[in-house]
């Protein structure tokens, strides 16, 4: 598989070799400073294995390192800009000879359009840009970890929403939302992007052994929506909601059972597949989403790297 078109840390300093035991199973889990994340690498530690963290909040950072013991990780950075993408990836490969599973779980939404630094969209880089460019840049890791590992062992899970379902789809000529005054509109597009990303990198991943999956959590107490604006917020507010508990569990089924490491690109909720939106089933649109979002990487200067 080619990822080309055609197809603040804990710690400073990476590591100058691998740090984790390469013969027990390792996790890397985003968002895992706080709710749905923090709960997963919680589960996936009980079950034996290894878990790098990535979170963006030092305090929250530095809380779930202290809380989870040292098993656990945890590095940080801002995932609205790719640079720190590309650096945290760098030190995920410093620490590790071998990942087994890839949680892309961070995201969240924003009470009005922001551009970052670079030029991006803060909601889609955060939510969409962030994980193709953490899993483009570890896909070397996944894809040796696979050849030595029993078929379907090694995975990649996305958490969607069903806001995906308000989206009409991606608009080709913005497919950022650059010019999206409306936040929900653009948070709905972009978990839209992570079914289809799930769904092409599952077809691209299968002749390497990765299998891809994706999720979507319900609505969950966390702090999810402490950026997003008002109506978001009294939605949250008055929504009835889960405790992160739940969507850990099932992330964490399908990274460790059998069920998640057959027949990639399905979307799941409650150890249960759905059937996601027609607009997110469609195969063309996440071929096209694949290559739109190697051209931006490109521009931004973010190539893929030579191996």
């Keep these: 598989m080619s990822f080309r078109t055609d197809c603040e840390t804990m710690s400073s300093t990476p590591a100058a070799s691998p740090a984790l035991d390469p013969a027990r199973p390792v996790a890397v889990v985003t968002g895992a400073s706080s709710g749905i994340g923090k709960e997963t690498a919680r589960k996936l530690l009980a079950r034996g294995w290894q878990v790098i963290g990535v979170g963006r909040d030092p305090q929250r950072s530095a809380a779930a390192a202290a ?33 087994d599973v890839l949680i892309n779980n961070a995201g969240g939404v924003r009470d009005r359009r922001i551009v970052t630094a670079e030029g991006t969209e803060a909601t889609f880089a955060a939510n969409h840009l962030a994980p193709f460019l953490l899993t483009r840049e570890l896909w070397p890791l996944l894809t040796a970890t696979a050849a030595a590992r029993p078929a379907g062992t090694v995975r990649v899970l996305a958490v969607s929403s069903t806001a995906h379902r308000s989206s009409r789809g991606l608009d080709w000529d913005d497919v950022q939302s650059l010019g999206i005054e409306h936040p929900t509109v653009a948070y709905c597009r972009v978990k839209l992007a992570n079914i289809l990303f799930t769904r092409e990198l599952g077809r691209r991943g299968a002749a390497e052994g990765v299998v891809a999956q994706v999720m979507h959590p319900g609505v969950v107490a966390s702090n999810f929506a402490t950026h997003g604006d008002a109506t978001m917020q009294a939605h949250m507010a008055a929504a009835d909601t889960v405790s992160p508990d739940e969507p850990a569990e099932t992330l964490t089924w399908l990274a460790a059972d059998p069920e998640g490491g057959h027949t990639p ?8 597949e759905e059937t996601p939106s027609e607009i997110a089933r469609d195969d063309t649109a996440a071929a096209r989403l694949w290559v739109e979002s190697e ?7 973010f190539e893929p790297a030579v191996r």
Excluded: Q, W
Aim: net charge positive; charged share 35%.
């Design 67 to 99: 809380e989870l013991g040292p098993e656990l990780t945890m590095l940080r950075g801002d995932f609205t800009l790719m640079a720190e993408v590309r650096r945290v990836a760098d030190e995920i490969r410093s620490r590790t000879e071998r990942l």
């Design 265 to 272: 690109g399905r979307y799941f909720h409650r150890r249960a």
């Design 295 to 301: 051209t931006l990487l490109a521009a931004l200067g």
